[in-house]
């Protein structure tokens, strides 16, 4: 992760514009093409800025963009909204890059959520900003398994999709991960220099060159809800779906719930489950 948001920023307009080919945006190819997607030059004539302004945007140089310049990028880039809202926390970022030292408390799990949480039927998670799992009712922890037994810094989203073993209990493990990676990027343009996500990103590309690989895509997600597939030891696969809700308060955890449609297989099969934990 980039110490200076407006290389942040610059990185992310790069690999969005080297993305876009020039007939996706109604211009002609032309010949010998020696860089992939839009030219700078194309894309500022497609935003309505100078090319020297959006130049100094990508060299990650003290450029201000205005709400009207970054909305004309975000069209002329055929941005997501949640692109759109990625590329304007970027750049708030990057206007005010030196600011001053903040104290940050640890993430906690307020004692009403752990009570609504432990008061679940379904299996359920206390998910941190950046991807911590910080609490989980007996389901949510029969999901996870012996992840519920790793030291709390590391028992983290990421961590547990990363591990070599991965793949045998979680088909769609490189899906997930790259969905992920682009919950854990949202969360982290918001709030660049906290000291978390500073350790968990650096961590993780040490370790994971499949996280490297993805982190330098600058893709984003919208950590709401999505679809989690899991071959479980005791009751086989499981495909759930999960729904993410803010604790209410600043930004901090978020309750993460899982759920299979009613009357299907998944649905027995977690029953099956919930049963195994209450035997004796």
């Given amino acids: 992760m980039s110490d200076d948001p407006r290389r942040e920023l610059a990185e992310f307009l790069r690999t969005r514009r080297t993305r876009l080919r020039p007939e996706d945006v109604g211009l002609e190819p032309g010949p010998r093409r020696r860089v992939a997607g839009l030219r700078r030059e194309e894309l500022a004539l497609l935003a309505g800025v100078s090319s020297d302004y959006y130049q100094r945007m990508e060299q990650g140089r003290d450029v201000r963009p205005s709400e009207q310049v970054l909305d004309a990028l975000a069209r002329a880039l055929d941005f ?29 799990v307020p004692d009403t959520t752990l009570r609504l949480l432990h008061g679940m039927t379904a299996p359920a998670l206390v998910i941190g900003r950046f991807l911590d799992v ?32 991965a793949d045998r209990t979680c088909p769609n493990r490189a899906a997930t991960v790259a969905e992920l990676i682009g919950m854990l990027r949202t969360h982290v343009a918001a709030d660049p220099g906290h ?29 709401t809800r999505g679809q989690m597939r899991l071959n479980h030891p005791r009751v086989g696969e499981l495909n759930l779906d999960w729904d993410a809700y803010p604790i209410p308060g600043n930004p901090g955890p978020a309750l993460m719930v899982c759920t299979a449609a009613e009357d299907s297989l998944d649905a027995e099969r977690l029953q099956l489950l919930a049963g195994l934990l209450d035997a004796p």
């Avoid at 949640?82 to 408390?105: D, F, G, M, V």
């Avoid at 029969?142 to 073993?165: C, I, S, V, W, Y």
């Avoid at 350790?199 to 950590?223: C, I, K, T, Y």
């Fill in 80 to 108: 997501s909204a949640e692109e759109t809202r990625h590329l304007h926390s970027l750049a708030a970022a990057a206007r005010n890059p030196a600011q001053p030292p903040r104290s940050y408390e640890p993430e906690e």
């Fill in 195 to 223: 000291p978390r996500a500073v350790e968990l990103v650096g961590e993780l590309a040490v370790r994971s060159d499949e996280f490297a690989a993805l982190w330098a895509l600058h893709d984003v997600e919208e950590p």
């Fill in 134 to 165: 910080l609490a989980w009712n007996p389901l949510g922890g029969a999901l996870l398994g012996d992840f519920t037994r790793q030291p709390q810094k590391e028992r983290n989203m990421l961590a547990l999709f990363l591990h070599p073993q």
